[in-house]
């Protein structure tokens, strides 16, 4: 069983939809969840963080944590064309250190449509 | 506006050369990473450090070695490549401050293809 599993998708929606990404993890001693967006042919670039259980809010952007199932999501409201990229799940046991090494999700590609 | 630049967005070499890739950050981070990134695998970590003339093996640091003898400058070596070390290479860096891994900026990516 994978660390991490992430649907790669591809998901295509309209323009205005609510997409929700989501992973899946084994480790339960992973505290530090973050979502990643990637642009084609870019480097990734962090869009949310989140300690331990709970949801965290920034815009159109919801990121949501289930440790009891072992569950992230990323909801985004009124999606737009430029939302269009991979979403990329990450996770890690600590802040730093070797345990803190990010353990990624393959990625969702995401296409809204206008 | 921070920075991570990497020597060459695409690269074409032959089996058995000895590879360069190079990455600059202009944040100065303590912490600096090589993943290559594969269809299908992910982002898979290389080797990291978190200062100047250390190192960490990350998953999969066979066929690789690194180096990093100034802060904003790591860098990664294939002493001998293969074509199972075609991929997508992206370095990134972050601080022990702030969100400490959890947030790393990341270059743009060289495509590097060995044939």
């Known amino acids: 069983q994978k660390e991490v599993e992430q649907d790669p998708g591809p998901l295509s929606v309209p323009e205005g939809a609510i997409v929700s990404l989501n992973c899946t993890y084994s480790?339960?001693?992973?505290?530090?969840f973050m979502w990643y967006r990637q642009y084609s042919r870019k480097g990734p670039e962090l869009l949310m963080y989140?300690?331990?259980?709970g949801n965290k809010e920034d815009g159109r952007f919801t990121a949501q944590v289930d440790k009891s199932s072992k569950y992230i999501s990323l909801f985004i409201r009124d999606s737009q064309p430029s939302d269009s990229a991979t979403y990329l799940c990450?996770?890690?046991?600590?802040?730093?250190?070797?345990?803190?090494?990010?353990?990624f999700g393959k990625g969702t590609k995401l296409s809204v449509k206008p | 506006d921070v920075k991570v630049t990497q020597s060459s967005r695409y690269l074409v070499k032959r089996t058995g050369e000895k590879v360069f890739l190079e990455c600059v950050q202009d944040?100065?981070?303590?912490?600096m990473f090589w993943y290559r990134q594969d269809p299908g695998l992910g982002l898979r970590l290389i080797y990291f450090?978190?200062?100047?003339?250390?190192?960490e093996k990350g998953d999969i640091p066979e066929g690789y070695s690194v180096s990093r003898e100034k802060k904003e400058r790591f860098s990664l070596i294939l002493e001998s490549a293969s074509t199972n070390q075609t991929s997508m290479y992206l370095c990134?860096?972050?601080?022990?401050?702030?969100?400490?891994?959890?947030?790393?900026?990341f270059g743009p990516g060289t495509r590097l293809t060995v044939l």
């Open positions: 450090s978190y200062d100047v003339k250390m190192k």
């Open positions: 989140t300690y331990s259980s």
């Open positions: 990450a996770m890690s046991v600590n802040y730093g250190g070797s345990q803190g090494n990010l353990i």
């Open positions: 944040m100065d981070h303590e912490n």
């Open positions: 480790n339960s001693a992973f505290q530090y």
């Open positions: 990134a860096s972050s601080s022990l401050s702030g969100l400490g891994f959890g947030e790393q900026f």
